[in-house]
């Protein structure tokens, strides 16, 4: 069964900052990950995904994602946030022979000015 | 970017009474999913349906639940009877496949109140 954590359910930065959301996950097999940003109201937006190649994907906006098979994590990470970077991020987990698309339970960015 | 369309966007509801969602996915996309978010909380995963048949469903799939896509028209989600606990936001997501990774393109969401 494949599973996805978010540990940090809130994070508040200021504006100009830099920040990680973390994202562990339990598979055995070839997965790929993902991460989705949902602005409040409404729905999910892709940001980025990692499968193979170099673990270091970079995204939208800025963001970029590191996979570690070491550490079974694959971190978001911008350099310096924007206001507009508030919002739920959720990371998200599909194994290579299925079609299921499972989701952590989000993690709040708050960017205060 | 690719638009997936939900309709409606609210509906509140009789417990008891059918309710039917739908979701107007991206035009080439050939996968179609339903997730289900309660108060801005996790993304529960429903069902996802290919080929004009259901591919995977998860427990919160309960048996008055059901999904269909006929003629290539809407994807709809169908509750009858609704209760209390089908209380939620809807979403509605497609993806083009496997090759892609399974890139999901979500809609703006379906909030259900049932009282």
């Known amino acids: 069964t494949q599973t996805v954590s978010q540990s940090d359910a809130h994070v508040t930065v200021f504006e100009g900052d830099s920040v990680e959301l973390r994202c562990n996950y339990s598979?055995?097999?070839?997965?790929?990950l993902s991460w989705y940003i949902q602005h409040h109201g409404h729905g999910l937006q892709f940001l980025l995904k990692?499968?193979?190649?170099?673990?270091v994907v970079q995204g939208v906006n800025g963001f970029e994602a590191e996979f570690s098979k070491s550490d079974s994590s694959f971190h978001l990470r911008k350099a310096s946030v924007h206001w507009s970077d508030s919002a739920v991020y959720f990371c998200?987990?599909?194994?290579?022979?299925?079609?299921?698309?499972?989701f952590g339970t989000g993690t709040r960015l708050q960017v205060l000015p | 970017g690719p638009k997936v369309l939900q309709i409606p966007s609210h509906q509140i509801i009789d417990m008891g009474q059918m309710v039917t969602l739908n979701c107007d996915p991206v035009?080439?996309?050939?996968?179609f999913y339903w997730y289900k978010q309660i108060l801005g909380q996790q993304m529960e995963f429903l069902v996802n349906?290919?080929?004009?048949?259901?591919?995977?469903k998860s427990k919160l799939f309960k048996d008055q639940f059901s999904v269909e896509r006929p003629d290539g028209s809407y994807f709809t989600l169908k509750i009858q009877p609704t209760a209390l606990e089908d209380s939620a936001v809807y979403f509605c997501?497609?993806?083009?496949?496997?090759?892609?990774?399974?890139?999901?393109?979500f809609g703006e969401g379906s909030r259900l109140i049932v009282v």
């Open positions: 035009s080439n996309h050939l996968y």
């Open positions: 598979y055995g097999g070839s997965i790929y």
């Open positions: 998200a987990v599909r194994s290579s022979n299925t079609n299921k698309v499972v």
């Open positions: 997501a497609s993806s083009l496949g496997r090759k892609s990774g399974n890139t999901l393109y």
């Open positions: 349906f290919y080929n004009g048949k259901v591919m995977e």
């Open positions: 990692y499968y193979s190649g170099n673990p």
